[in-house]
């Protein structure tokens, strides 16, 4: 059961990076569970879409029980109508431990919320909002585990790009999966769909590490 829901939520992803796709608000790339207090992790992603591709690291770390926070930079090279060029992505953010998956409450559940900045020239793009998100962890080793993950948040967003200059709201979500190897190494597949006030494509494909240190 674990293997199929795992396979199901690659296949997802791999079949919607087909369809259009976009530079995203840049997400935590992790489920509902907050860091250990003084603990930190340090992540790298490629994402790619019909029009963009892109590198993007973070680094999350914690100083308060159940509170963890990230800060997130990289760059992405754009290619759509008369776009084309690189553009700098910079953003941070926040998580709460709300609660905890129990015999009455099937995941784990998170609140928080980021900034996301994307900059370049003639580019300027901003989102500003809350987050909630959900998550299970299934054990599948002693060191090994699969956790399944989903993040959907409210965002402003501020759209000031070659023929587009508008503001709104934004509904990111994220789908998503973590694969523990071992305890210092996770895999990260990701899948990013935006509503609302965008530009450019509106879903990316995200592949990439968490490595907890």
């Keep these: 059961m674990k293997r199929r829901f795992a396979s199901a939520v690659?296949?997802?992803?791999?079949?919607?990076?087909?369809?259009?796709a976009s530079a995203?608000?840049?997400?935590?790339?992790?489920?509902?569970r907050t860091l250990a207090i003084n603990a930190h992790s340090f992540g790298a992603y490629v994402h790619t879409s019909g029009n963009i591709v892109g590198l993007v690291s973070q680094l999350r770390l914690s100083f308060y029980p159940g509170v963890d926070f990230g800060f997130q930079g990289g760059l992405d090279r754009i290619d759509y109508r008369s776009v084309n060029r690189t553009v700098l992505r910079l953003g941070a953010d926040f998580k709460v431990?709300?609660?905890?998956?129990?015999?009455?409450?099937?995941?784990?559940l998170a609140f928080g919320g980021g900034l996301g900045v994307e900059t370049g020239d003639n580019i300027s793009v901003l989102t500003?909002?809350?987050?909630?998100?959900?998550?299970?962890?299934?054990?599948?080793?002693?060191?090994g585990s699969i956790t399944p993950y989903g993040a959907l948040g409210v965002s402003y967003s501020s759209v000031d790009v070659p023929?587009?200059?508008?503001?709104?709201?934004q509904l990111p979500l994220h789908l998503g999966a973590e694969f523990r190897m071992a305890p210092e190494f996770q895999l990260?597949?990701?899948?990013?769909?935006?509503?609302g006030t965008s530009y450019s494509d509106r879903g990316t494909l995200v592949i990439g590490a968490n490595f907890p240190f």
């Design 163 to 169: 023929g587009d200059n508008n503001t709104g709201l």
């Design 128 to 143: 500003l909002g809350p987050m909630a998100v959900a998550s299970r962890t299934f054990e599948t080793s002693t060191n």
């Design 188 to 195: 990260v597949i990701e899948l990013q769909e935006r509503l």
């Design 10 to 20: 690659i296949a997802a992803a791999l079949i919607a990076c087909s369809a259009p």
């Design 97 to 108: 431990a709300t609660a905890k998956a129990s015999e009455t409450l099937p995941v784990d």
């Design 24 to 32: 995203q608000s840049l997400g935590q790339f992790a489920g509902a």
